[in-house]
């Protein structure tokens, strides 16, 4: 008898067909990930190029402020797939950065204008050491100067070097028979007179951007000296300021009429040497500058605190809004 023929055993190829499987199945699932990886990578590439790298500044929002570092609102995803990319590529450097810049500073509110101040500083020439203080006042100023004083020049020569504006403070005859001083217009004097005097006292302290009467209240209720006065400066380039020492001036009826512009004094600030009083007058001043553009206030280089109250209550009233500036300023902006 032949010996019976041995089958092989078909557990081995069953388990190697398993593995086989297994690996195919690996392989798959291997390449599968490998797309879905591939794919998310693409896509944020894509997402990083369009989308801007730092936030939308809101309209209005300081070019050169800092930025607040990205935070979540509340109930909001902590990274969401757009600010992952661009958190990766930001620098710690950057971030620490924001972080100690802050939000942007306030910017202070604005100051709203409120009008233009004019000081004008009479009678200079008397002593030069109550001028100096006035030299050194740190806004504009317009100082007018007497003639045939014995400072009178060298009043002058200070007053422009120290970048203030100058004026002749031209006497003039008053109605109470008080001396008005050397170089002064008295009724009665002709055209040809009164231009004599006025080209003397020219001719010994200017060149000057103006004049004004000191005293005059009878001259300038004169209409035939006002007129030739204001012809004088006219001719001359240069603007006259009316002190108004009386109320019944002629003088701005006559420039109406030649068609020439004249400035005329608001207030007194120092008709009573005290430092209380003459702030009081001054806020009566910037009353008047609020309700017309401008002011014009005169005071004297003999008021003992007047240079000292000015130059005190100087920033605070810039700081209120009004603004400082010399006569001759006033007539170009307000004519």
């Known amino acids: 008898m032949k010996q019976a023929e041995k089958k092989p055993d078909p557990q081995p190829v069953a388990e190697k067909k398993g593995i086989r499987m297994l690996l195919v199945t690996g392989l798959c699932i291997f390449v599968g990930a490998l797309g879905v990886t591939s794919v998310i990578f693409i896509r944020t590439l894509f997402v990083l190029d369009a989308a801007p790298l730092t936030q939308e500044k809101p309209q209005g929002y300081p070019e050169d402020a800092p930025q607040k570092p990205w935070v979540p609102k509340p109930g909001a995803p902590l990274v969401s797939q757009e600010s992952a990319g661009r958190e990766a590529i930001r ?125 005059g209240s009878k001259i300038t209720r004169d ?50 040497q005290e430092k209380t009083a003459m702030i009081q007058w001054v806020e009566a001043g910037l009353h008047k500058a609020a309700q017309k553009g401008a002011a014009v206030l005169i ?10 109250t000015l130059e005190e209550i100087y920033p605070s009233l810039v700081e209120r809004g009004y603004s400082f500036a010399t006569f001759s300023r006033l007539m170009q902006e307000h004519p």
């Open 91 to 215: 620098s710690d450097a950057e971030l620490m950065d924001r972080e100690v810049s802050g939000p942007p500073a306030e910017q202070p509110p604005q100051v709203r204008y409120k009008g233009m101040l004019v000081f004008v500083i009479d009678d200079a020439g008397n002593n030069l050491e109550e001028l100096e203080p006035f030299l050194h006042f740190p806004g504009p100023l317009t100082i007018a100067v007497l003639p045939g004083l014995p400072y009178s020049v060298e009043a002058a020569r200070r007053i422009r070097a120290a970048g203030k504006e100058l004026f002749l403070h031209q006497p003039m005859e008053a109605l109470g028979g008080q001396d008005p001083g050397p170089g002064a217009i008295y009724s009665g004097m002709s055209a040809e007179t009164i231009r004599a005097v006025v080209a003397g006292n020219l001719a010994e302290i200017g060149p000057v951007a103006g004049m004004n009467n000191h005293q």
């Open 223 to 272: 209409p035939e000296a006002m007129e030739t006065i204001l012809t004088l400066c006219r001719e001359g380039g240069i603007y006259f300021l009316d002190s108004r020492t009386i109320a019944d001036t002629v003088a701005p009826d006559v420039a109406k009429r030649l068609g020439i512009p004249i400035g005329e004094r608001d207030v007194f600030v120092d008709n009573i």
């Open 299 to 308: 005071g004297h280089t003999w008021s003992p605190e007047l240079a000292a």
